[in-house]
């Protein structure tokens, strides 16, 4: 998953917003040595991509690329999953997006300085700029995805892809998510219960 979504999910797990961005940048084995909300935070993160990327929904939506495109499948749907939740926002979320994303940026910029190295370059960017805002736009996602483009080994435009899907492919992707999210939430907040009881270091 991408951004928007870690962003509601955590906010709904009541978990660490800016752990929850985190586990795309930090890997290796927990604890971290960051405060232990951050590392709920990441674990929860892990989690949430495990069971998108194992999900029969995310599976057939990027299936639906066809070559070259497939490959980078899983970039695609991520980003296409936040742009669906954004025009889908209130059917899971009652606070209006752009009064959570300004809470949600607000707080990631508070723990900037509560993290040794500060927040990663593009989550400090991504809060002062509001990029995600541009994700409920078409345009803004053909743009985004460009930007993740420019940044592979062998650059690529891949906001091109989204035109390679149909009108058909597109509706059934997006009902796909629509069917998939609600899962999703609770998945994660079984699994958080889950840390909090049973798997959390005491102290």
Not at 3 to 8: D, P, T
Not at 13 to 33: A, E, M, Q, V, Y
Not at 54 to 71: D, I, K, M, T
Not at 100 to 119: K, V
């Amino acid at each position: 998953m991408n951004f928007l979504a870690h962003l509601h999910l955590a906010a709904h797990t009541r978990s660490s917003l800016t752990g929850n961005l985190l586990g795309d940048f930090i890997k290796g084995p927990l604890p971290t040595g960051l405060a232990a909300h951050f590392d709920e935070g990441i674990w929860l993160h892990r989690k949430i991509d495990a069971f998108t990327d194992a999900h029969p929904e995310q599976r057939a939506a990027v299936a639906r690329f066809a070559p070259p495109w497939r490959r980078f499948g899983g970039i695609l749907v991520d980003m296409l999953y936040d742009h669906w939740l954004c025009l889908h926002w209130s059917q899971f979320c009652p606070d209006p997006l752009p009064r959570f994303l300004q809470q949600s940026y607000a707080q990631l910029l508070a723990d900037h300085h509560a993290l040794p190295d500060g927040l990663p370059l593009p989550l400090k960017r991504m809060a002062e700029q509001d990029w995600i805002a541009s994700y409920r736009q078409r345009e803004g996602l053909d743009l985004a995805l460009d930007g993740i483009g420019r940044r592979l080994r062998r650059p690529l435009p891949l906001g091109q892809a989204l035109a390679t899907l149909d009108e058909e492919a597109w509706h059934a992707c997006e009902q796909g998510f629509v069917r998939f999210y609600p899962q999703l939430m609770d998945h994660s907040a079984h699994q958080l219960a889950h840390y909090r009881t049973t798997i959390r270091p005491s102290g």
